[in-house]
């Protein structure tokens, strides 16, 4: 099955920048949708952004202008660059990886959903 890690998280101050990885793997390759989630202390987890099999990426409101997600999909590896951070982005960082169109058409069709451990960042002001 699908097993998912994050990296590049940490602490900054306001406006400062971090840029973080997600890596997917699976025993065999077809190209995964990927996005980025986050979830603060005491708060529900919450999407931040996605890209897809279309290369079509989303952002929630709250980072549009600030964060930009891009994806290696040869590598199923996600990242996500985080400029002008704010305390109010504080949370740990969750990657969650899905079977795309990619995987269904090469008959792959027991791939579950899959989230990582996360990784925490942190912004002072």
């Known amino acids: 099955q699908v097993q998912v890690a994050e990296s590049g998280g940490g602490s900054v101050q306001t406006g400062g920048s971090l840029r973080l990885s997600c890596v997917a793997s699976?025993?065999?390759?077809?190209?995964?949708?990927m996005s980025w989630y986050r979830q603060a202390p005491g708060k529900e987890r919450e999407f931040v952004s996605s890209?897809?099999?279309?290369?079509?990426?989303k952002y929630a409101d709250s980072v549009k202008g600030r964060f930009t997600v891009s994806q290696d999909s040869a590598k199923n590896t996600l990242y996500l660059e985080m400029n002008s951070l704010k305390p109010e982005d504080t949370a740990m960082y969750y990657c969650?990886?899905?079977?795309?169109?990619?995987?269904?058409?090469?008959?792959?069709?027991?791939?579950?959903?899959?989230w990582g451990q996360g990784t925490q960042v942190t912004v002072s002001s």
């Open positions: 890209v897809n099999s279309d290369d079509v990426t």
């Open positions: 699976l025993p065999a390759y077809c190209r995964l949708d």
């Open positions: 969650k990886a899905e079977p795309g169109p990619d995987c269904y058409s090469r008959g792959y069709w027991g791939i579950s959903d899959a």
